[in-house]
Nanobody, 120 residues
Framework: QVQLVESGGGLVQAGGSLRLSCTAS????????IAWYRQLPGKQREFVAH???????LIVDSVRRRFTATRDSAREVVFLQMSNLGPEDTGLYYC???????WGQGLRPWGQGTQVTVSS
């Protein structure tokens, strides 16, 4: 199965911003809702955000004021804009097609993720 590919991570100072991108071959992104997940050091992967095909986004409470999910379906890309980052946001960030019954579960093989590192 085709994987989704994450990019845009990097090293930033606390208070900085990053914009992550999620792409895939074909029309996987435009044809599906997409979810963002992250795996913080020593923890299990967790759901962060969901954006449906119409661009309606839901962000978990813990980051709602700092993260925004958007999509450009014409370009087959979904974004996760992260601002006011803190060291607690350091981790691997993934995107996937979420199960409609459980957004915490991805339907596609997991990609390599993109590393976000926030220095204090």
């Amino acid at each position: 199965q085709v994987q989704l590919v994450e990019s845009g991570g990097g090293l930033v100072q606390a208070g900085g911003s990053l914009r992550l991108s999620c792409t895939a071959s074909g029309t996987i992104v435009s044809a599906n809702a997409i979810a963002w997940y992250r795996q913080l050091p020593g923890k299990q992967r967790e759901f962060v955000a969901h954006i449906d095909r119409d661009g309606r986004a839901l962000i978990v409470d813990s980051v709602r004021r700092r993260f925004t999910a958007t999509r450009d379906s014409a370009r087959e890309v979904v974004f996760l804009q992260m601002s006011n980052l803190g060291p607690e946001d350091t981790g691997l960030y993934y995107c996937n097609v979420p199960s409609p019954l459980n957004w915490g579960q991805g339907l596609r093989p997991w990609g390599q993720g993109t590393q976000v590192t926030v220095s204090s």
